[in-house]
């Protein structure tokens, strides 16, 4: 009775992987990381153009963030102990994305447009502060106090 069961069952698997390997061609799709987050801690006297160099930015990249966001926020005041967060695309390698916590409540993102809407070769940034997403949660606690100190 139970070889019986375990025959049944072993069927049963063997006609669901058939029916999976039909219906998937036997290709699964996961998805793959698109881009890679680097890090870069800010020490003491360190300038943004030493960080940026460090994480492997090219210098006319550098110059261009730099004239970018002087508008916006001035990148020769970030604070040691901070960092500053480099995202880079997988596919090219190029980065993307650059994001530095101001203070508390607003952060400084500079990105890249997309290629597709600029000339062949060009790259242009977009700069901006924006504020801090942050979820607020209020809990209210009662309590009767039974004794005191004094």
Known sequence: MIKRFIIVGLILVAAAIFIFIALYGGRLSINQPTEKLVKALINPGTTFSQLAGETGLATDTITAILENSKNVYDLASIR???????VFSLADGAVKKIVYQIDSEKEFIVERLPESDLPAGDQEWQSKIQIIPYEIKEKTVESEIQASLY
């Open 80 to 86: 040691s102990g901070r960092e500053l967060a480099f």
